[in-house]
């Protein structure tokens, strides 16, 4: 069973351009959460989506910033014009069910990707 | 908003000791989660607990969800080499929240 997939593994990008982070979940796993690791730090919650479906974004810059679960295909995280203070590690996680339901505990516990390493010159 | 704060920052030990690490939220947590994360990968679940009081172990790691559901504990047993990298507690779910990382270093 393939762990949470993503890619690429390292982006460089020049101020003002377009980023894209690609994220495939676990098999059976319909929830992704993405977050972004400055370096000596921890994580920090961004985004919780399901298929089609934005559940949380209150961890999302308001400008700049979006993500997308489609019914088919990744999640993405697209940063637009990017600036240095983007770069980042930047991870995705996925879990089987959220809090409100799942027939054991552990189907609330996520997992997560290798992560993105954005830069941006 | 949530704060985790976890102690040490880091910790350079030689090779069998023990180890023991804290994560103190500032508020009521339902669920703690520990990670490891090595340099240029991402967090790896190493144990989940889910009820206070509750102590769990994964081989020589053993957690506790603290008894004011305001804490947790990780200790790892006679360390060894494979056990450097970063911990990271984090809770309560969905939005997690992390702690700033114990950061793992040991002396042959």
């Known amino acids: 069973n393939a762990g949470v997939m993503q890619n690429p593994r390292h982006l460089v990008r020049r101020r003002g351009q377009e980023a894209r982070l690609r994220c495939s979940p676990m098999?059976?796993?319909?929830?992704v959460y993405w977050y972004r690791q400055l370096p000596e730090e921890g994580l920090k919650f961004m985004v919780y989506?399901?298929?089609?479906?934005?559940?949380?974004e209150s961890g999302m810059p308001k400008e700049r910033f979006s993500a997308e679960f489609p019914k088919e295909g990744p999640s993405i995280l697209r940063i637009q014009q990017v600036v240095r203070g983007d770069s980042a590690a930047y991870f995705c996680?996925?879990?089987?069910?959220?809090?409100?339901?799942?027939?054991?505990?552990?189907?609330?516990?996520?997992?997560f990707g290798p992560g993105t390493r954005l830069t941006v010159l | 908003g949530q704060q985790l704060n976890q102690s040490p920052q880091s910790m350079f030990i030689q090779e069998g000791e023990d180890v023991s690490m804290n994560c103190t939220s500032s508020s009521i947590f339902n669920t703690w989660l520990w990670y490891k994360q090595d340099p240029g990968e991402g967090p790896v679940l190493l144990i989940a607990?889910?009820?206070?009081?509750e102590l769990t172990s994964n081989g020589r790691l053993t957690a506790q969800f603290g008894i004011t559901r305001k804490d947790s504990f990780l200790n790892i047993s006679a360390s060894i080499p494979s056990d450097v990298g970063i911990y990271f507690c984090?809770?309560?779910?969905?939005?997690?929240?992390f702690g700033q990382g114990t950061r793992l270093t040991i002396n042959p």
């Open positions: 607990l889910y009820k206070a009081g």
């Open positions: 996680a996925s879990s089987p069910i959220s809090t409100s339901g799942g027939p054991s505990r552990s189907y609330n516990e996520q997992f």
């Open positions: 098999k059976g796993h319909s929830h």
């Open positions: 984090a809770g309560p779910l969905q939005k997690l929240v």
């Open positions: 989506l399901q298929k089609e479906n934005i559940i949380d």
